[in-house]
């Protein structure tokens, strides 16, 4: 984007529900505490009162979070304090490296910043590309090890052609969940929250399930409900959902398709669509999403994946995940509508249910003073939880 900085808004205080004893003994570097949120459902225990406390980041954030039936609302501020600290000089702003990996053979782009606490591993959506997170690594890199992937087919990944594979299905969620858990133990090399947008959503949550040795948590922002699946469609209508799909595939028709579709006019078009706050569809974000894009192979990626509507869907994959859950959702998503969203927090693995007030479908890069919180405070709540765990079990050994 033109400006790569967010507005800073200042964070007042949250009220959340957990008692003294869960706090940090170590508080979160520049916050002094951190936002716990315990599953209390189904305990019948009485939930304890609230306390309030406050978060100050170098990106403060002017919201206020309740907890309302059950899921929090981020309510979004009116106005933006004069009185707000500067950001941070660009000096003390973490690296972002570019690097490339070799995975089966195939050379896959990834950034990463940071040089310790826990590791996060960013994946994007349909479409995009590591630099949707270009608003995330910087501030989240401060007090994380983070590494933002382009997904094989997307980016500047390689992008193997579909016929490769003799008919079989490569551009999958499994192909890419085993992507994301190769890249966990030869790259990262350690365990890691998933932060996900959109598809990337079901990726983080299928790799959860194939290898839950690899994930600490996952936060979902506006994951894709995959309304185009076939068991989502009627019966009726299916026979003419597979014949469009191999029209896409199998003609010139998909080729013309995906050039209509792959022009600057069109990217921002369908980005101003998504993104409810229009000035943030700027040059820079349209080149990022347009020029990867353009690269050979794209095409045949981008038709294999539309006219893939199998595969597993997220309420079919959220009863399985053993890791806690953060599902936030931006509630001008046209795409993805948050009150079909609302009933995943039902899912016991889903701790939290957060309302994004006035964001579209890529809260991330679009409202990253709000997302950007909310990842930190997750993560260093099960970092702690899991701190205290070990210290207990250490404890007990010496016992």
């Keep these: 984007m033109a400006s790569t900085s967010s507005p800073s808004l200042q964070l007042p205080s949250i009220d959340l529900p957990f008692p003294s004893s869960s706090r940090r003994t170590r508080p979160v570097r520049g916050t002094g505490s951190f936002l716990p949120s315990p599953k209390l459902a189904g305990t019948g225990a009485k939930p304890p009162p609230l306390r309030r406390f406050r978060i100050s980041r170098p990106f403060p954030l002017s919201s206020r979070s309740k907890l309302e039936h059950g899921f929090f609302a981020v309510q979004s501020p009116n106005d933006i304090s004069t009185d707000d600290p500067p950001l941070e ?5 973490a690296e972002v490296k570019s690097c490339v990996w070799n995975w089966r053979g195939y050379s896959i782009r990834y950034q990463c910043s940071g040089s310790s606490g826990p590791a996060l591993v ?5 479409g995009a590309n590591s630099d949707h997170w270009r608003k995330n690594i910087p501030f989240l890199a401060k007090s994380h090890r983070v590494y933002s992937i382009d997904l094989i087919g997307y980016g500047y990944s390689d992008k193997p052609s579909p016929k490769e594979f003799d008919g079989e299905p490569f551009y999958t969620f499994e192909t890419w969940a085993t992507q994301i858990n190769d890249f966990c133990r030869q790259v990262v090399k350690d365990r890691a929250f998933f932060i996900c947008n959109s598809i990337g959503g079901v990726v983080g949550l299928q790799a959860e399930i194939m290898e839950p040795q690899t994930c600490r948590g996952i936060v979902v922002l506006n994951i894709s409900l995959r309304m185009l699946h076939i068991k989502k469609q009627p019966w009726y209508g299916r026979p003419l959902i597979r014949s469009f799909q191999n029209l896409l595939r199998s003609t010139p028709v998909g080729k013309f398709f995906f050039s209509s579709v792959a022009t600057a006019e069109s990217v921002r078009s369908i980005l101003c669509q998504c993104y409810h706050d229009p ?6 974000l349209v080149e990022k999403i347009l020029q990867p894009g353009l690269q050979p192979g794209a095409a045949d990626v981008f038709l294999e994946f539309i ?22 959702w931006g509630d001008r998503d046209p795409w993805e ?18 309302v994004l007030p006035n964001v579209g479908h890529c809260p991330q890069d679009e409202a990253p003073q709000l997302v950007n919180p909310l990842v930190e405070a997750f993560v260093a709540r099960h970092d702690s939880l899991s701190a205290a765990s070990h210290n207990t079990i250490c404890l007990g050994r010496d016992i």
């Design 122 to 126: 960013l994946i994007h959506g349909f």
């Design 89 to 93: 000089d660009e000096s003390t702003v």
């Design 279 to 284: 000035s943030q569809v700027t040059d820079e």
């Design 337 to 354: 509508p948050i009150e079909l969203g609302r009933e995943f927090k039902n899912f016991s693995s889903v701790e939290d249910f957060v």
């Design 307 to 328: 006219c893939y509507s199998g595969g597993p869907l997220p309420e079919e994959l959220l009863p399985q995940v053993k890791c806690p859950i953060l599902i936030a």
